[in-house]
């Protein structure tokens, strides 16, 4: 096969509806990621529901865990429609309550707020990482999109954490202004 025979076959693949296009190892890889990772952290933030006291909190994780869920039908979606087979998720979490649970054995509010916040962070950069290596329109489009749904989310739990005065901050440089 000489080199134009196979530009040819490619640029004919790369042609037209995206959603035509075949998805390449990478895109399968990191969707089919980002549904496991995301069926995890379900799991966990319905465990954490039941640990948190705070109600600003709690509004903000159930609204994280709304957001995962309408990110997995999306990428469900797309997985399905290309062939391919969706990783396991794990049954909904039962709720508790918060006094149920021995005070050793819970979560304390900063703790999750702290782990929410590490998420949120590592979510943006899958998504961003999703978008660089997208060759599919449509799929770097939809992780734009979730790369800004999180960023904005990011930004309410940052400012959750300060008003709550959970927000250790590290080592400020301060200048000296000696002569």
Known sequence: MNIETIRS????ILSGN???????????????????VNHGLIAAYQTFINHIGDEDLKKLVQEAIEAM???NKQVEE????NGIG????????PVAH??????GARFSDPEIAAAVSKDVAEGL?????MIGQSIREDIAVMYGQFHMAKAQFGAKMLKLNKTKGWLIPPPLQVKSTES
């Open 18 to 36: 995206p959603k035509d296009e075949p998805m390449h190892y990478g895109e399968v890889y990191g969707t089919w990621s980002h549904l496991s």
């Open 98 to 103: 918060l006094e149920d649970i021995p005070p």
């Open 86 to 93: 969706l990783p396991p998720a794990p049954p909904e979490r």
């Open 78 to 81: 797309l997985l399905k429609t």
């Open 9 to 12: 076959a490619i640029m004919g």
């Open 69 to 71: 869920q309408e990110e």
């Open 125 to 129: 950069v899958a998504a961003s990482t």
